[in-house]
């Protein structure tokens, strides 16, 4: 069963069913349907937490932090042409189609107690113009 509060009803082909109303990552008190939406809305320096496994591409482009909080996350995490500084922790990669995280121009990123499984070309790719990467229980 799902509570009322975190459903909705949906009307879809002439029937009405009850959905889940799934938020997968929060900043702070605020929760997001998507972790693009999450990183659209965060502010520099902020914590997105996720809440649920995840199944997504997104891209970094500010100062961040993103905290998997031990959940499964199927997708890639890219950031490109950016001097952003970000940290990755606590994320479980699997299934990513290419490098689970893949950084072309961030000022810094730091990755720290993450997994991955079965990612196509490997855990991270760093180019030259990623100024320090730092990686720590991975």
Do not use: P
């Not at 929760?31 to 996720?50: E, F, N, P, R, S």
Request: charged share 15%; net charge neutral.
């Amino acid at each position: 069963s799902t509570d009322v509060e975190d459903s909705y009803v949906a009307y879809k082909n002439g029937v009405y069913s009850v959905e889940a109303n799934t938020k997968v990552a929060a900043i702070g008190e605020n929760q997001y349907k998507t972790l693009a939406a999450a990183v659209a809305a965060a502010a520099k320096g902020d914590t997105i937490t996720l809440l649920s496994d995840v199944n997504e591409n997104v891209a970094i482009s500010k100062n961040l932090t993103i905290d998997g909080a031990g959940y499964k996350y199927t997708g890639n995490i890219l950031t490109s042409n950016t001097k952003a500084n970000f940290v990755i922790k606590n994320v479980n990669f699997v299934d990513c189609d290419a490098y689970a995280i893949k950084s072309s121009g961030a000022y810094s990123m730091t990755i720290e107690n993450c997994t991955a499984t079965n990612c196509g070309y490997g855990f991270l790719y760093a180019n030259k113009t990623t100024s320090t990467t730092t990686v720590k229980n991975v």
